[in-house]
């Protein structure tokens, strides 16, 4: 049985990508990396709450963040090279490593996100691993579906709302669902248009994310994450609360 190695944050994406893993037959083992991001400890009490979160390896690198140098954007918690690094570990043990990154997710902030990066990477990492493997290959299986669409393809595959709602999406240090940061927006979004409900500490349609991008859409000025699909799907879910855009 083959082995794959998933990178993951235990967010809505990483969980369905372990899962579907899990799914397509294969041996997962599941990562997660501490690199300093101030919502580690939370995203390790989602792990624990899973019953096989003795499968899943552990490591430490917590002053990773607090040690980089400028060029992230801690606004949105975004380091350009964080898929790279996770890949340089995954690779040490397993010749597939698969990391989340959804369709709209490739633009300048983050090019380790790209079709273009998966593919140098894995012939970088082929040539610099052929000493103990044939190939290295780094791969994204969700690249070409947004996150509304994953999440209605886990329910469809047997994924229970129950255990999306254990999932951690959010920014936010301490709150489960902070509802201001924009993972918790675009994880509301994902939800509505899945019929799902759940509890957020701030309603995401009222953060001051959400309204920075109903001011986007409707100046029309090109944001640098909202494609037209993710466009069509904010106006959506958002007609469901009444806010027209």
Known sequence: MKTVAVMISWGLDSYIMYYYAKKQGYKVVPVWVNLGQPYAEKELEAINSFEFADEIIKLELKDFVNKIPTGVDKQHQIIPWRNLLLWVIGANWWDEVRIGALYGEEHWKERDKSDKFFSL????????????????????????????????????????????????TCYDEHDHNC??????????????????????????????????????????????????????????????VWITI
Request: proline residues 4%; charged residues 30%.
């Open 121 to 168: 990477t894995t012939e970088l990492f082929t040539y610099i691993f052929n000493i103990v493997r044939p190939k290295t290959v780094m791969k994204t299986p969700f690249s070409h579906l947004t996150k509304v669409w994953i999440v209605e393809r886990a329910l469809q595959n047997g994924i229970t709302a129950e255990q999306l709602a254990k999932t951690t």
């Open 179 to 240: 509802g201001n940061c924009s993972t918790c927006f675009k994880r509301r979004i994902a939800l509505t248009l899945n019929w799902i409900e759940e509890e957020f500490k701030t309603k995401p349609r009222e953060s001051d994310y959400c309204k920075e991008i109903i001011e986007e859409i409707r100046s029309g000025n090109k944001n640098w994450r909202l494609t037209p699909e993710r466009i069509a799907e904010t106006k959506e879910a958002l007609s469901k």
